[in-house]
């Protein structure tokens, strides 16, 4: 099975600052990789898709890059409403598997 | 507007069966790939289960492989999953998710609001 690993876990960062969140496969995946986000109580969300492609109807402020074995999650400037948990997800091969998740907490 | 709605959960014995359905509305149900993905309370997203659109092709999670079994019903927008012999680690919320379609990738584009499944002695 390929292993997802996230960081940070958890951090804390302030309106209007930009955020990255990293993801590293076990193996190369290519661009095969997604973004969710899951704000409390509710279902996840896709975000970005292949890598760094934005789904429809999601912010700009969103995006994603990398390839093979690292990618990074970027929210260029953070808004209250951006509190959640984010998730990636390989899609290359199955058991398609999940990072553990990083919650973002707003200062 | 797409929408997926789960039912069928609940407090079930261990060992004991449970039959999760998720009703599909909005979209053609026979075009595209379903999936369940669960979620223990408090932790991280599990996949569980996979059906290509024709319901020929299927996939399974090997802690739920020989337990858990997918079906689809396109005829009544419906997606299915039979759990049987059920234990502890099975606790969790059920989401039955759309694949997006778009590439040969699975990509979880639509989810329901889950149901949530407990596993009792």
């Known amino acids: 099975d390929i292993q997802m690993t996230q960081s940070p876990s958890s951090l804390s960062a302030s309106v209007g600052d930009r955020v990255t969140i990293t993801c590293r496969a076990s193996?190369?995946?290519?661009?095969?990789l997604n973004w969710y986000q899951q704000k409390p109580g509710k279902a996840p969300n896709l975000l970005i898709y292949a890598a760094s492609s934005l789904q429809s109807g999601v912010p700009s402020r969103f995006s994603g890059s990398g390839s093979g074995t690292a990618f990074t999650l970027t929210i260029s400037s953070l808004q209250p409403e951006d509190l959640a948990t984010y998730f990636c997800?390989?899609?290359?091969?199955?058991?398609?598997?999940f990072g553990q998740g990083t919650k973002v907490e707003i200062k | 507007e797409v929408q997926l709605v789960e039912s069928g959960g609940g407090l079930v014995q261990r060992g004991g069966s449970l039959r999760l359905s998720c009703a599909a509305s909005?979209?053609?149900?026979?075009?595209?790939?379903m999936n369940w993905v669960r979620q223990a309370p408090g932790k991280g997203l599990e996949w569980v289960s996979y059906?290509?659109?024709?319901?020929?092709?299927?996939y399974y999670a090997d802690s739920v492989k020989g337990r858990f079994t997918i079906s689809r019903d396109n005829a009544k927008n419906s997606l299915y999953l039979q759990m049987n012999s059920l234990r502890d680690e099975d606790t969790a919320v059920y989401y039955c998710?759309?694949?997006?379609?778009?590439?040969?990738?699975?990509?979880?584009?639509?989810w329901g609001q889950g149901t949530l499944v407990t596993v009792s002695s």
């Open positions: 059906i290509s659109s024709g319901g020929s092709t299927k």
């Open positions: 193996q190369s995946i290519s661009t095969y």
């Open positions: 997800q390989q899609s290359y091969s199955t058991p398609w598997t």
């Open positions: 998710a759309r694949d997006l379609g778009k590439t040969a990738a699975v990509t979880f584009d639509y």
């Open positions: 909005g979209f053609t149900l026979s075009s595209y790939h």
